[in-house]
């Protein structure tokens, strides 16, 4: 019992030390960038050592990866349970509220919240090896829109659904890189939410092609 005991406060405290290297590094990561973070800094910030980093990770660009992988697997959670309150009698609307939610709250959070979002979404134009088992979660997230699209767009095959979603998806993270994501994060949260679901809405929505 007493070993049992010790074993499990061992697992806790390697548990307690590697989510603090991964906090440490997408906090200097977002502050920086990944080509400005050293892995003394992040030990340092975290109150870990360096041989923590090689057991937990292996090596600081695996870390660096990881915690770009975290704060993604947060986005998607957040958009998940966002997503989870809708059914096919929701309109286009609450649909693009739903799924453009995390992006929303991070521009009217500004600050870190946001520059991790940047982080997230440049890395997320070219994503490293290993986010694959994120796949599940984008599925998902896929599958709660298609639900509403199909609902209010039955006319609509559902590649091209498919095809919007990730277009809508794309344009939440530029808003997260382009200068016009800068003027968003200025205004209240209630003007972001004003300005940018109906752009999303549209995009879920799109363009009768002409003859149809």
């Not at 990944?34 to 360096?50: P, S």
């Not at 986005?75 to 739903?98: G, H, K, P, R, V």
């Not at 016009?180 to 999303?200: C, D, H, K, S």
Request: one cysteine or more.
């Amino acid at each position: 019992m007493v070993r049992a005991e010790k074993t499990d406060l061992r697992r806790e405290a390697g548990q307690r030390t590697r989510d603090g290297l991964l906090t440490a590094a997408l906090e200097l990561l977002a502050q920086r960038g990944q080509e400005g973070v050293t892995l003394r800094e992040i030990t340092d910030r975290a109150g870990a050592n360096v041989a923590a980093v090689s057991y937990h990770f292996g090596s600081l660009k695996a870390l660096r990866d990881s915690a770009i992988e975290h704060a993604l697997e947060r986005y998607l959670d957040a958009q998940i349970l966002a997503l989870d309150s809708l059914d096919s009698t929701s309109t286009l609307q609450e649909l693009a509220a739903a799924f453009a939610r995390p992006m929303m709250r991070a521009l009217a959070a500004g600050g870190q919240d946001l520059a991790v979002m940047r982080t997230v979404a440049r890395v997320g134009i070219d994503p490293p090896q290993g986010w694959e088992r994120l796949a599940g979660k984008f599925e998902q997230t896929r599958r709660d829109a298609l639900r509403v699209l199909s609902a209010n767009l039955p006319g609509v095959d559902e590649q091209e659904l498919i095809f919007r979603t990730r277009c809508a998806a794309g344009l939440l993270n530029w808003l997260a890189l382009a200068p016009i994501g800068a003027e968003l994060a200025a205004m209240p949260a209630e003007q972001i939410e004003r300005q940018l679901v109906p752009v999303v809405a549209g995009a879920f929505h799109g363009y009768p092609a002409v003859g149809r």
